[in-house]
């Protein structure tokens, strides 16, 4: 059992397009010295999980990258904008609030791929002009397949076992933090 979980992840692992992860990195690194001259921030987006993988990157980023990384990880906003916008608009709102625009990057995670707060954060920031890397699993919203660009990327990790998703995600994601370490 054990072992399979591990084969799972791996496999999960050798199914990714390095390219695009790649490509986030190139971008990231260019968008570094326009981030910190501009005041760009990073902001980091998903439920559960995935926020919990979320706050880490964010962590590691700011402290490792010198990075301006930002989770909603504040209950009492994130109940408020979940109670008075409904919870589909909660990360949309917040991208509202922190004015997102196109000297920032959003990172959206979900291992279902179908979560509407993810989605609606998704087209608002890209409504604002904002790069966008988006990691789903499962069989999510697999219409942002054809959708890597030179400013926005999407990953599909195909697995249905939450661990192995956000597992792979956060070894994605610690990848691209290791390039943009800061000594």
């Given at each position: 059992m054990?072992k ?7 496999a ?5 397009d390095?390219?695009?992860v790649e ?17 760009g ?12 993988i979320?706050e ?15 989770t ?13 916008y ?9 991208l ?17 791929g ?5 989605l609606n954060a998704i ?8 790069p ?8 999510g919203n ?11 990327y ?5 697995s ?15 990848s691209?933090?290791e ?5």
């Amino acid at each position: 059992m054990v072992k399979d979980f591990y084969k799972d992840i791996q496999a999960c692992l050798n199914e990714i397009d390095n390219e695009i992860v790649e490509k986030v990195i190139f971008q990231w690194k260019n968008n570094l010295q326009h981030q910190r001259r501009d005041s760009g921030r990073v902001f980091i987006i998903g439920n559960g999980g995935s926020c919990a993988i979320a706050e880490h990157i964010s962590t590691d980023l700011n402290k490792r990258c010198k990075v301006k990384a930002h989770t909603l990880s504040n209950n009492s906003l994130a109940t408020c904008l979940s109670n008075d916008y409904g919870y589909e608009n909660a990360f949309t709102q917040w991208l509202q609030i922190n004015q997102i625009n196109s000297f920032d990057f959003l990172v959206a995670i979900s291992s279902s791929g179908k979560s509407p707060n993810i989605l609606n954060a998704i087209h608002h920031a890209q409504d604002c002009l904002a790069p966008v890397f988006a990691i789903f699993g499962m069989d999510g919203n697999t219409d942002f397949l054809e959708w890597n660009d030179l400013q926005n990327y999407f990953i599909h990790i195909d697995s249905y076992n939450y661990g192995v998703i956000e597992l792979t995600t956060e070894i994605i994601l610690h990848s691209i933090v290791e390039e943009l370490v800061i000594e």
